[in-house]
């Protein structure tokens, strides 16, 4: 198992470039930001400029506050800083949840900045979301490996390895009702992890 290391703060590519994406894509304001994780305006802004490094217990502070796992500020190993814009390799993806929760994402992107993001869920078998999750983003997939159903709109749609989707602003839920693991490329725009 590989170290894990936070972004390169020093990189205003890195961990400032993703902290200002989320934030602005959950609509706070840099002060809403300082208030929430009990930090100064200006210490966020240097954040996000890469020009101070956050401690651990801030990173942790600031992914609660945007509401995403402190995992996806780090990465597995520090990046070739040629590559580091551009270039994700597979043993350097950024990974959400666990198996024990039924499904692991991987950020496919090289950061969160731009205007999508790309990810690559593994959801185990029988696993579902039963609830219907609504984002103000646009969103289209592939289904890689396996099956699932995929409810847009509470419209059902059984979708198999090969199959494609896209939907804007739409409630979904999905269900991988097959006994393999099901594996989905994601494009989200804007960027919302």
């Given at each position: 198992?590989?170290?894990?290391?936070?972004?390169d703060?020093s990189?205003?590519?890195?961990l400032g470039?993703?902290?200002?994406?989320?934030?602005?894509?959950?609509?706070?304001?840099l002060?809403?930001?300082a208030?929430?994780s009990?930090?100064?305006?200006?210490?966020?802004?240097?954040v996000?400029?890469?020009?101070?490094?956050?401690?651990?217990?801030?990173l942790?502070?600031l992914?609660?506050?945007l509401?995403?796992?402190?995992?996806?500020?780090f990465?597995s190993?520090?990046?070739?800083p040629?590559?580091?814009?551009f270039?994700?390799?597979?043993?350097?993806r950024?990974s959400?949840g666990?198996?024990?929760?039924?499904i692991?994402e991987e950020?496919?992107?090289?950061?969160?900045?731009g205007?999508?993001e790309?990810?690559?869920?593994?959801?185990?078998?029988?696993?579902?979301?039963?609830?219907?999750?609504?984002?103000?983003?646009?969103?289209?997939?592939?289904?890689?490996?396996?099956?699932?159903?995929?409810?847009i709109?509470?419209q059902?749609?059984?979708l198999?390895?090969?199959?494609?989707?896209r939907?804007?602003?739409?409630?979904c839920?999905?269900?991988?009702?097959?006994?393999?693991?099901?594996?989905?490329?994601?494009?989200?725009?804007?960027?919302?992890?």
């Amino acid at each position: 198992m590989s170290i894990m290391h936070p972004i390169d703060p020093s990189n205003p590519n890195s961990l400032g470039r993703d902290l200002r994406a989320l934030r602005k894509s959950r609509g706070l304001t840099l002060s809403q930001l300082a208030k929430g994780s009990n930090r100064s305006v200006g210490f966020i802004s240097q954040v996000e400029r890469g020009i101070s490094d956050p401690s651990i217990k801030d990173l942790r502070t600031l992914a609660k506050v945007l509401d995403v796992p402190v995992s996806l500020l780090f990465m597995s190993e520090t990046p070739d800083p040629v590559e580091r814009d551009f270039i994700v390799r597979k043993g350097a993806r950024r990974s959400l949840g666990t198996k024990i929760d039924g499904i692991v994402e991987e950020l496919l992107s090289p950061d969160l900045g731009g205007s999508f993001e790309m990810f690559r869920s593994v959801i185990e078998p029988f696993t579902e979301q039963s609830e219907p999750v609504l984002r103000q983003t646009e969103e289209a997939g592939y289904i890689v490996q396996g099956q699932i159903d995929l409810w847009i709109n509470e419209q059902k749609f059984s979708l198999k390895t090969g199959d494609s989707f896209r939907f804007d602003h739409q409630p979904c839920r999905w269900h991988n009702r097959g006994d393999i693991q099901a594996i989905i490329i994601w494009v989200v725009s804007p960027p919302v992890y």
